[in-house]
């Protein structure tokens, strides 16, 4: 069984640019849920997905969207890069569905974007 | 708004001296509390989930308790491997026509634990 990869592993981007973070799923996971953790604070929620479509989003702005792909992996993409966006930024998967199992979710090392 | 704080911040203990982490957390209806233990560079490690007031669950040297208001992580005659950040987070029971699953997670607990 794989575990949640995200890619790439670290990246430097410039104020006003646009990235884009990827995520695989855990084997037999079809929600995915995007977390962003600056230095020394706790994983904030950005938003998940699940069935390809947006289920719900914390408080981040427009230019934080994504997607969710019929495999289940998924992407950030961030427009406009400001210099509070860097952070680590986590994905973690889940699976919906009957029993308590469907809550827990899995982690995966998170991509640190750093803009300058 | 959900809200979940965590004391101590940080936590300095010798091998084998057992403490508490302490969980405080106020929700619109618990679905579920979880632990995570992150070590530096990582992403966070799942430990336990508790769902209802006077669960338990435990795993080696650590035991998770859990009441209306707030939560426990145990740690029993620790080890230098058990120093890590332990990160606490609550989701909230879903409303009726949507509602994210997602977490809400305190700031955490930094731990070392000293040979």
């Known amino acids: 069984e794989t575990g949640v990869t995200q890619s790439p592993t670290h990246l430097i981007k410039t104020r006003g640019q646009q990235v884009t973070l990827r995520c695989s799923s855990q084997?037999?996971?079809?929600?995915v849920s995007w977390y962003q953790q600056a230095l020394g604070q706790g994983p904030q929620f950005i938003f998940q997905?699940?069935?390809?479509?947006?289920?719900g989003r914390g408080n981040f702005p427009p230019r934080f969207s994504g997607l969710q792909f019929p495999n289940y992996s998924s992407e950030l993409n961030v427009n406009a890069l400001e210099l509070d966006d860097s952070a680590l930024y986590l994905c973690?998967?889940?699976?919906?569905?009957?029993?308590?199992?469907?809550?827990?979710?899995?982690f995966g090392a998170g991509t640190r974007l750093s803009v300058l | 708004e959900d809200q979940v704080t965590q004391s101590p911040e940080a936590l300095r203990l010798q091998e084998g001296e057992s403490s508490s982490l302490n969980c405080s957390y106020t929700v619109s209806g618990l679905r579920g509390l979880f632990w995570y233990r992150q070590d530096p560079g990582k992403g966070p490690e799942f430990l336990f989930t508790?769902?209802?007031a006077g669960e338990e669950k435990e795993k080696e040297r650590l035991k998770a308790t859990l009441t209306k208001k707030e939560s426990f992580l145990h740690i029993t005659a620790p080890k230098p491997e058990d120093s890590a950040t332990y990160l606490c987070a609550v989701q909230a029971s879903r409303t009726s026509g949507g509602g994210a699953d997602g977490l809400t997670f305190g700031k955490g607990t930094h731990l070392i634990i000293q040979p």
């Open positions: 508790l769902y209802s």
């Open positions: 973690a998967s889940s699976r919906a569905g009957t029993g308590t199992a469907k809550n827990i979710q899995y």
């Open positions: 997905y699940y069935r390809e479509e947006e289920n």
């Open positions: 084997s037999g996971h079809n929600t």
